[in-house]
T-cell receptor
Framework: DQQVKQNSPSLSVQEGRISILNCDYT??????FLWYKKYPAEGPTFLISISSIKDKNEDGRFTVFLNKSAKHLSLHIVPSQPGDSAVYFCAASSQGGSEKLVFGKGTKLTVNP | DAGVIQSPRHEVTEMGQEVTLRCKPI?????LFWYRQTMMRGLELLIYFNNNVPIDDSGMPEDRFSAKMPNASFSTLKIQPSEPRDSAVYFC?????????????FGAGSRLTVL
């Protein structure tokens, strides 16, 4: 049973446009959410996180939105750049982030020049 | 800081052989995680340790898999005997507990192919 779901295996956008990656979760105990980015032949690297006490967190071109009632979060990248092409994993944790991370299957983002 | 170091980076073996994957976490990090990545299941947690003690091994597929952490700077994941369905990329990750954010630092992974 997938507790963290990324229903879009892939996404393609034009350089300069907005990329929106979506993630849904089922476990209501999750209260801390993270996005990781992964390039080929490398390990995932942390990108941005959000606590359930917030509904938005911003870091430069990256913004994560959390809708607790819908159990949904999204990552916005504006403007998208070719270097953003990677696999993006959504992850969730409970107890303020101290518990183990549960990952989604990932979404492969391709940003075309 | 050399990051999380995994070895080997690539392993090709035949069914039935023993496989040992190794991990050196970041110095000062007291939690260590083993993940496996496959196309079908994405990134799934196999086991994690806090202060060298296994906390949750519910993700370990079956008895063929075992993991140890004899000290704070070394961990192994062993598969014996290996099967073709074990083919995947195995990631080790570490973090320092109590720092607030549950941010893991991952190694580059060990790609295992079982023929």
């Amino acid at each position: 049973d997938q507790q963290v779901k990324q229903n879009s295996p892939s996404l393609s956008v034009q350089e300069g446009r907005i990329s929106i990656l979506n993630c849904d979760y089922t476990n209501s105990m999750f209260d801390y959410f993270l996005w990781y980015k992964k390039y080929p032949a490398e390990g995932p690297t942390f990108l941005i996180s959000i606590s359930s006490i917030k509904d938005k967190n911003e870091d430069g071109r990256f913004t994560v939105f959390l809708n607790k009632s819908a159990k949904h979060l999204s990552l916005h990248i504006v403007p998208s750049q070719p270097g953003d092409s990677a696999v993006y994993f959504c992850a969730a944790s409970s107890q303020g982030g101290s518990e183990k991370l549960v990952f989604g299957k990932g979404t492969k983002l391709t940003v075309n020049p | 800081d050399a990051g999380v170091i995994q070895s080997p980076r690539h392993e090709v073996t035949e069914m039935g052989q023993e496989v040992t994957l190794r991990c050196k976490p970041i110095s000062g990090h007291n939690s260590l995680f083993w993940y496996r990545q496959t196309m079908m299941r994405g990134l799934e947690l196999l086991i994690y340790f806090n202060n060298n003690v296994p906390i949750d091994d519910s993700g370990m597929p079956e008895d063929r898999f075992s993991a140890k952490m004899p000290n704070a700077s070394f961990s192994t994941l062993k598969i014996q005997p290996s099967e073709p369905r074990d083919s995947a990329v195995y990631f080790c990750a570490s973090r320092r507990t109590g720092t607030g954010a549950n941010v893991l630092t991952f190694g580059a992974g060990s790609r295992l192919t079982v023929l």
